[in-house]
């Protein structure tokens, strides 16, 4: 059995289940892409549903951020996603020097994390539509075939389980993301120290490292980063 097809029956397997986003992930990295992200773009507002750099931990969820943060708006394949008929997908190969992608978008996406270009697939459901984008760190495109193969699991895996919200804080320990958790509710760290029954110091010290493993500086960026996108 290839690494391909394990990683894919992996997938399959855990469909619709907590073990999905690193299955996924496993098997994004074995396309040779340096970087995963996966959007869900809805009428007015974008949401992170996976984020992941092989290179550089961290370095997706800024994007990510950034990206939440208006940017989405100015996606390059935005009005080709807004037409895809339902039940469709459509494969592109996207480079710095595309047609209607903003200087400052290349730079931020692009020109400043090192990466050279991706392979975006573009899916219509019936009621949700997603960008899935395999980025390079080199000049060379990811296999078309296998770019939409990850993009049908990641459709089916979305279709079969409720969105989470939280997804993009998958990759922190349980008290790590329940120390976001309380952040996005509004919750003081004395309060969220009451809840967890921990000191407000040893709250902080758990927010740092969500912060640091996350890409963070503030609050505000926290709530960018898994903003809803009704």
């Given at each position: 059995?290839?690494?391909?097809?394990?990683?894919?029956?992996?997938?399959?397997?855990?469909?619709?289940?907590?073990?999905?986003?690193?299955?996924?992930?496993?098997?994004?990295?074995?396309?040779?892409?340096?970087?995963?992200?996966?959007?869900?773009?809805?009428?007015?507002?974008?949401?992170?549903?996976?984020?992941?750099?092989?290179?550089?931990?961290?370095?997706?969820?800024?994007?990510?951020?950034?990206?939440?943060?208006?940017?989405?708006?100015?996606?390059?394949?935005?009005?080709?996603?807004?037409?895809?008929?339902?039940?469709?997908?459509?494969?592109?190969?996207?480079?710095?020097?595309?047609?209607?992608?903003?200087?400052?978008?290349?730079?931020?996406?692009?020109?400043?994390?090192?990466?050279?270009?991706?392979?975006?697939?573009?899916?219509?459901?019936?009621?949700?539509?997603?960008?899935?984008?395999?980025?390079?760190?080199?000049?060379?495109?990811?296999?078309?075939?296998?770019?939409?193969?990850?993009?049908?699991?990641?459709?089916?895996?979305?279709?079969?389980?409720?969105?989470?919200?939280?997804?993009?804080?998958?990759?922190?320990?349980?008290?790590?993301?329940?120390?976001?958790?309380?952040?996005?509710?509004?919750?003081?760290?004395?309060?969220?120290?009451?809840?967890?029954g921990l000191s407000a110091a040893t709250v902080t010290t758990y927010r740092k490292r969500a912060y640091l493993k996350l890409g963070l500086t503030s609050r505000s960026a926290?709530?960018?980063?898994?903003?809803?996108?009704?």
């Amino acid at each position: 059995m290839s690494s391909t097809h394990r990683l894919t029956v992996a997938c399959l397997d855990a469909l619709g289940g907590a073990g999905f986003a690193p299955a996924l992930e496993a098997l994004a990295e074995a396309t040779g892409a340096r970087q995963l992200m996966v959007f869900e773009i809805g009428a007015t507002g974008a949401r992170c549903l996976m984020s992941r750099n092989y290179a550089a931990p961290g370095m997706a969820e800024i994007l990510a951020a950034e990206y939440l943060n208006g940017w989405f708006r100015r996606d390059p394949l935005l009005p080709a996603l807004r037409r895809l008929a339902p039940g469709r997908r459509r494969v592109l190969r996207v480079r710095p020097d595309t047609a209607g992608m903003a200087a400052d978008y290349r730079r931020i996406f692009f020109d400043a994390p090192g990466l050279a270009g991706k392979t975006a697939v573009l899916c219509a459901g019936t009621g949700r539509r997603l960008i899935v984008n395999l980025y390079e760190a080199e000049d060379g495109a990811i296999d078309a075939d296998l770019a939409d193969l990850l993009a049908l699991l990641v459709a089916r895996h979305f279709e079969a389980a409720p969105v989470d919200r939280y997804a993009a804080l998958s990759g922190l320990s349980a008290r790590e993301r329940d120390v976001c958790l309380g952040i996005l509710a509004g919750q003081t760290a004395d309060a969220i120290a009451h809840d967890m029954g921990l000191s407000a110091a040893t709250v902080t010290t758990y927010r740092k490292r969500a912060y640091l493993k996350l890409g963070l500086t503030s609050r505000s960026a926290l709530f960018a980063l898994c903003r809803a996108g009704d």
